[in-house]
């Protein structure tokens, strides 16, 4: 039984149903959870170390990190029964939304930094990082989280049922080689 099985079996009926129609975006988000505490960990050990003079920079290394622990995460668990493309024009796919995300993603960042000010000399150090946080870390993945999802959908997953789960062809080789023997 998987984590996301396991969860499931102790909701209530109707959240349990809810959960199940909608199990794609549940995944999803938890890759995208997931994907988030490894930018936010990695944007702020690089922005306070070896990036400490560009923090933008910082929060593009860690975005393009997180996207690779994604690609691998939403292939073959949040969207593993979707393919129809094959894998190198599907992980280009990918890998161009990601672009285009980490560009969503950065935005309010730079509109808090560059256009609004919010950073030292002319803003306290608590205000810039409050400002960094809420802008490049709360809106800029919220409005790029929304994006991915529909883009991936829409051009890098785009054939429902495409892709048989790897349990699914574990089990089913195991029971074709139970009848064979």
């Known amino acids: 039984m998987s984590v996301f099985s396991g969860v499931l079996s102790v909701l209530p009926g109707p959240i349990r149903t809810l959960a199940l129609k909608h199990r794609e975006v549940l995944k999803f988000l938890l890759v995208g959870g997931t994907s988030f505490l490894v930018t936010t960990a990695l944007n702020y050990t690089l922005k306070f170390t070896v990036l400490k003079a560009k ?3 910082a929060l593009v ?65 608590l205000v810039q990082e409050v400002a960094d946080f809420v802008s490049g870390m709360i809106i800029g993945t919220l409005v790029a989280m929304v994006f991915r999802f529909w883009a991936f959908r829409r051009w890098v997953f785009p054939v429902e049922g495409q892709r048989t789960p790897k349990k699914v062809r574990e089990k089913r080789f195991d029971t074709d080689l139970d009848q064979a023997a």
Request: proline share 4%; net charge positive; hydrophobic share 45%.
């Open 55 to 57: 923090p933008v920079t």
């Open 61 to 125: 290394v860690a975005t393009i990190v997180a996207t690779i622990v994604s690609y691998i995460l939403n292939r073959e668990w949040s969207f593993s029964t979707r393919g129809g493309r094959e894998r190198h024009h599907e992980a280009a796919l990918f890998f161009l939304i990601s672009g285009i995300g980490v560009g969503l993603n950065s935005l309010p960042y730079v509109i808090s930094r560059y256009v609004l000010h919010l950073a030292v000399p002319q803003v306290s150090l």
